[in-house]
């Protein structure tokens, strides 16, 4: 049934769509020693921030194995790979070139251009150098100008060779769970910050921009987790319309140009006045992208508290969407994945949607996409066939949206192989690959199959 199902689906692939997977440096490289310190090694150090104690060293020790892994991508077929550069790695704290670190994402760029693999690089994938948090972080008012220096580092080093750009990703992440809330690095705590932690990742953004026009670099842009709130009680209409408007209209409103927009100011005027917006900044931050990331993983379903988990409730002192008004919660329904994330494909094909209807003409990727589930190991393989349905169904509803007219183009599985899954640890395994925490083995499971199949009937 399943060999079915991935015939069918690759016949709906068309020949020059892209097809890749996705990691993040934190999450697999390993090799603390070779670069400086991040605020995820900062947060990792204080007992309880992450679920089960792990640290980044050795996470999927990367670094020392760029060339196995490189022959795994090469077997498994993909068009690109995405992946992040660790800022303390090629740009310690103080602001110097670190070679060795640049040298690694040489290799690691030259080995797959030599596999016939496109680099599809990200700039900041959440590791901020300790000691530019030590001056406030995404709070600092000149952070951009950080954020443009490290841009031009990686542009004058990689620009000749990288294929698609992302400057940032998910800024809503860093904003409000490692600002708003202490969920995730830095751990601040502060609803206020949220905001402008928020404006101030993308005025970076629009400064790096600005960086890779000048070199002339491959098709810049930016990656950010989109996803559809849902809500069928007109009770919670204005809860569902404020968490759509942080999840999603404030970033996409940005790039289009279109400012924070007057109701999302007077919602969230008990936090702060806004007033550190530059305009000069807008319209950096509005300039033209060649291509949006949109990392999909589950909709946000919105109804009255009464009617469910009580813990989900919106509005709490940290909650993910400060201002929000009281009396909603999250509901999620069945079948969820091992984040406790509902599974509904459907929900990406209106994500893509609406995102081309509210930022027009730009094309899209799925910069991620995946779960995690319990993988099993037994007798040397992990038989993932949720994860494969789970795959099935989300590449459908991708070629669904392309069918109505959405200019989408490709979709980054996420992950390659398991990985630190932030404050979950290694408890949560998104890979397709399963690394065995013993002796750091990848073993593909059923989904990687699964994924190695649609790429050859691809190409």
């Not at 003409?361 to 319990?374: C, H, Q, T, V």
Request: with cysteine; charged share 25%.
């Amino acid at each position: 049934m399943t060999d079915s199902k991935i015939a069918a689906l690759a016949a709906r692939i068309p020949e020059d769509f892209d097809l890749g997977v996705a990691t993040a440096s934190w999450q697999i490289e390993g090799d603390s020693k070779g670069r400086g310190s991040s605020i995820w090694d900062d947060f990792a150090k204080v007992p309880g921030n992450i679920k089960d104690g792990s640290v980044a060293d050795p996470a999927c020790d990367h670094v020392n194995r760029v060339e196995g892994d490189l022959d795994i991508l090469k077997d498994l077929g993909v068009d690109s790979y995405r992946f992040s550069v660790s800022w303390p790695r090629v740009m310690p704290g103080n602001n110097q070139p670190n070679p060795e670190g640049i040298g690694f994402y040489n290799r690691l760029i030259d080995g797959l251009l030599e596999r016939g693999i496109k680099p599809v690089l990200t700039m900041y994938h959440w590791d901020m150098p300790s000691e530019l948090q030590a001056i406030g972080g995404w709070l600092n008012k000149d952070i951009h100008k950080h954020f443009q220096n490290y841009a031009n580092l990686l542009a004058e080093n990689f620009a000749d060779r990288v294929g698609m750009w992302a400057t940032l990703n998910e800024p809503w992440v860093s904003a409000y769970l490692g600002y708003a809330t202490k969920l995730h690095a830095p751990g601040l705590g502060n609803p206020a910050a949220g905001f402008e932690a928020g404006y101030r990742l993308m005025s970076a953004h629009g400064a790096a921009m600005s960086v890779l026009r000048e070199h002339k670099a491959n098709m810049p842009g930016i990656a950010l987790n989109l996803t559809e709130v849902i809500t069928e009680d007109e009770r919670v209409r204005a809860q569902a319309d404020h968490v759509d408007s942080l999840q999603n209209r404030f970033w996409l409103d940005l790039l289009a140009g279109r400012g924070v927009s007057e109701a999302l100011i007077e919602r969230t005027s008990q936090f702060t006045d806004w007033s550190f917006i530059d305009q000069a900044q807008l319209k950096d931050i509005a300039q033209p992208i060649d291509w949006l990331g949109i990392n999909y993983y589950t909709p946000i379903r919105i109804a009255p508290a009464s009617e469910g988990d009580q813990k989900a409730a919106l509005g709490q002192d940290f909650s993910l969407y400060p201002g929000v008004p009281e009396g909603a919660q999250m509901a999620s329904r069945e079948p969820r994945t091992e984040m406790g994330w509902e599974i509904f494909p459907a929900s990406l094909t209106e994500t893509l949607k609406q995102t081309a209807e509210r930022l027009p003409n730009i094309p899209l990727y799925l910069s991620e996409n995946g779960a995690a589930f319990d993988d099993q190991l037994v007798d040397g393989e992990i038989h993932d066939q949720d994860r494969v349905d789970f795959y099935l169904g989300h590449l459908n509803a991708v070629m669904d949206a392309k069918d109505q007219g959405v200019d989408v183009r490709g979709y980054f599985a996420w992950s390659l192989m398991d990985n630190i899954e932030w404050a979950e640890g290694l408890e949560k395994r998104f890979g397709i690959y399963y690394v065995d925490p013993k002796n750091q083995a990848r073993i593909p499971k059923d989904s990687a199959k699964m994924f190695k199949e649609i790429c050859k009937r691809n190409k």
